[in-house]
């Protein structure tokens, strides 16, 4: 099945400092990209749709200087949270979907951000 | 965007019993998917729904989608200890999901 690769799995920083998260297509290339943000026992909340060769499409309330996404490749997007605070600590995953296959999302491992 | 609501939002069982969850949307949906999300993992793609009335089966679980394609449902029968996780839902384009539906279950 298709893969989607995301890194570093976890990271810890000092507040102020600026964290950037990969999210690779392994095995197809992936136009579209997402990030999502998850806080535990919680679903899944979209941040942005990253689209390689343009800007970024945020959802509302997600602050876009705060998170920036490049999508400079077709198997590549980084989130960059910049001048991390400790209310940014959580779970970051990232997700593409395969082209013919519709809406089926595949998902990277994750990304746990702890900002002490 | 459209969002599709689920509930319940928690579900403790015993191991053996069955689970159900269920996925609505106040619009009609061209598909819905199913995910799997084990405690400290990322989703995991179950299946897609596509026709009015479809039924899937994968092993134990059942996946329907509903005649006016707004509703879906995934039923466990007889739940083992590996069925624990969150299950979302998420409806046609959107790539928001459902609030989740978490199972715990008790050897």
């Known amino acids: 099945g298709a893969v989607v690769s995301q890194h570093p799995s976890r990271v810890i920083c000092k507040s102020g400092t600026s964290v950037k998260i990969e999210c690779r297509s392994l095995?197809?290339?992936?136009?579209?990209m997402f990030w999502y943000r998850q806080f535990p026992k919680k679903s899944l909340m979209l941040m942005a749709t990253?689209?390689?060769?343009?800007?970024?499409?945020?959802e509302q309330g997600v602050e876009k200087d705060k998170f920036l996404i490049n999508h400079a490749s077709l198997t590549l997007s980084t989130l960059t949270v910049t001048s991390a605070h400790p209310e940014d600590s959580s779970f970051y995953i990232c997700?593409?979907?395969?082209?013919?296959?519709?809406?089926?999302?595949?998902f990277g491992a994750g990304t746990r951000l702890s900002v002490l | 965007g459209q969002q599709v609501m689920q509930i319940p939002q928690y579900q403790h069982v015993q191991e053996g019993e069955d689970f159900t969850t269920y996925c609505n949307s106040s619009?009609?949906?061209?598909?819905i998917q199913w995910y799997k999300q084990r405690p400290g993992g990322h989703p995991v793609f179950l299946i897609q729904?596509?026709?009015?009335?479809e039924v899937k089966k994968q092993k134990r679980l059942t996946f329907q989608f509903g005649e006016a394609k707004k509703n879906s449902s995934l039923h466990i029968t007889a739940t083992q200890t590996t069925d624990v996780g969150t299950y979302f839902c998420?409806?046609?384009?959107?790539?928001?999901f459902g609030a989740g539906t978490r199972l715990t279950v008790k050897p």
């Open positions: 997700s593409a979907r395969r082209p013919g296959a519709k809406n089926i999302q595949y």
């Open positions: 095995d197809f290339q992936a136009t579209t």
């Open positions: 990253s689209n390689e060769g343009s800007k970024a499409t945020y």
């Open positions: 619009t009609t949906l061209s598909n």
């Open positions: 729904l596509v026709k009015s009335g």
């Open positions: 998420a409806g046609g384009n959107d790539m928001r």
